[in-house]
């Protein structure tokens, strides 16, 4: 017999007679559950889990598998229902404790049955997609155990009443609400109605805020401001803690930011403005502890940092207009100056300790600078920096300070001070000439402090007044201390230029009488010197400068020389009954001196007369040489005012101990009101061909602009020498194109250049 290839041989399986027992599968499940039942009993040791896993095994193997797993599902269910009636009966000391322990022993239970069902679990349970042994455990748990009507409301509250007692600050059991919580969260479902540990977070959250709440009130009404900001400190602490330690929340930012709304969102601005604790009077204290524990609370809440930022502001505001309105400040331009850095190095002490994102136990910080290290809020710092900016340009005269301010520094205090004080002085003033919008009015006061220091040579010292100067030039630029390096040079060319002179001479002794000449050869256009009319300089002076012009002269063709008697310096030989001494005046000073080798007496008028001296100049020198402290002239009648009807005498018993005397010349530090207007007047024609040249430098680049913009270029590119008025700027734009560099548009807003 043959067969063909590739043909199939059909195997049947083997087919006998034996009948299975009909009742096997209900057996077999009664076994299980007892088994089932014992093991939720904790009677583990008298079951044979191999016995188990086979008859799990079989009955699933013969498709029995709905029968046991919904025959361990109502078992469970029977089981948890006698435990919910058990554990209901306890009282509530004992409550949680028991909660906590039957949840302990249903995991341990599970995890034997789920053991036992192992084969239910990895063919029947993921062939009909039902849920897994353990997990049908934990959902059972949580419905008929946890939201058992006499389970859940006792367990919620008697977590938070845990949580309440602990916030009063008694000792609780924090590892069984550690436990508690954990259950809750992990027997939380994510269907509707099963989300228990989500309400458990909602009623958490809801007791934290009744509970702060009341705080809050209480505490505000009894404490000062930094007792309550050290108690509310410590509160979220507390609250981290506990997070950490139980509270096992999802968002654990949410429960601090309900603790922070309570405590201090709701009360902000209570807490700022408590009478004699508040913010103000911390400020004002130097509280800087407090007030870093008020910033670190405030910047965490919204709204925080914009109200420490507004009553910093007003705070500084406040002391600011104090410095304004105080008379002697304003009087005195050494005080005023003083008291402004003061004021401003207080507020950067307070931002750089208390106003920092990051607080460390030791803190270096230089405070040399107006930004400081990242740490530091910046937009806290700003608004220093604009208050004072706002502060410093309100009094019209803080150029003008600040450049006496440097000048007395300069003449004075430098003499013996070390390089650290030096340059801590530079750069206090010039954080504040920083802050100044009219920068080239305080060049102009520099200018003329500093050309005064230059030819006075007394206290004078080219290496300090250089350290300043390289501070300008890296704020400002080159060009703006341009001007202010010629000065240097002039003074180095003219000592070359009188040793010059003193060389040409055959007889400097008899040439110039015995008079010790110098001179200071400046150039015209960088000093800051008007042209007067010179006095009338004695005979003796006249041969001087005729002798040195002559030499001069025939050194530098086709230059001009313009003496400028005002700002010269004498040293006299007066005799005095008494001894002798060597006055160092002024050269008008000496002028008038002078004239009582040949006058006993002299007239107000006759003085004019003589010396040919302005009358505010005389007036000046007359009170500093007879109503000063040194009285070398006698006035009749006596006062200490001048006037034309004065008469003046030579000073015959006048006596001092001092062999050389310096007379001051009596006059205002600051200037007068009349001159302080020619300053300005002067320093507004400096700015015109600034602005027209800034007008043009934008138009020749741009062609076409409109008035806005216009405007606007010219501001920025001019606001780091000064700001100028838009109306200024209008009449420049006019100049402009009446001399054909620019034209208006067909729309009369915007212009074309031209030129």
Known sequence: MSRRLGSRVLILPFKHSVQADPKYAERTWDSLKEAIKEICKHNTGVLSYEELYRNAYNLVLHKHGDMLYNGLEDCLTELLDQVVRQVAAHTDSSFLEKVKQEWEWHKVSMIHIRDILMYMDRTYVAAKRKTPVYDLGLALFRKVFIKS??????????????VELERKGEEVNRQLLASLITMLRDLNGEQEGEEIFYDFERRLLKETADFYYEEAQLQLSICSCPVYLRRVEQRLVEEQDRIQSYLCVNSPSELIKVVQDELVTRHMETIVDMENSGFVHLVRNDCTQDLAIMYNLFHKVQGGDELLRSRLKKEIHTQASLILNDVDNRDDPIRWVEAVICLRQKYMNIVDDAFCHEQSASRNTSMDAWSLDTCVDKKLLQTVNDSFEWFLNQFVRTSEYLSLYLDHRIRTDFRNASEAEMENCFEQVILLFRAVR?????????KQHLAKRLLSGRNFSEDIERIFIE????????????????MFTDIRTSAEEVEAFRTALD???????????????LTTGCWPIRNQPAARLPLEMQRCCQAFEKIYFARHSGRLLSWQTSLGNVELRAHFPSRRHELQVSTHQAIILLLFNHHDELSFRQIQEETGLPQNELIRCLKSLACGKYRILCKEPKGKEVVDTDMFSFHSKFTCKLVRIKVANIMAEKETEEEKRETQGRVDDDRKPQIEAAIVRIMKARRYLDHNNLVSEVISQLQTHFVPEPAEIKRRIESLIEREFLERDNNQRSYRYIA
Do not use: H, W
């Open 507 to 521: 007889d400097p002794q008899s040439s110039l009488n015995g008079i010790e000449f110098q001179v200071n050869v």
């Open 438 to 446: 009219d920068k080239d009015l305080f060049e102009r006061y520099y």
């Open 149 to 162: 009507t006499l389970i859940y409301e006792r367990l919620v509250n008697g977590i938070l009443g845990l």
């Open 471 to 486: 501070k300008l030039k890296s704020e400002c630029g080159y060009q703006f201390t341009s001007k202010l390096e010629v």
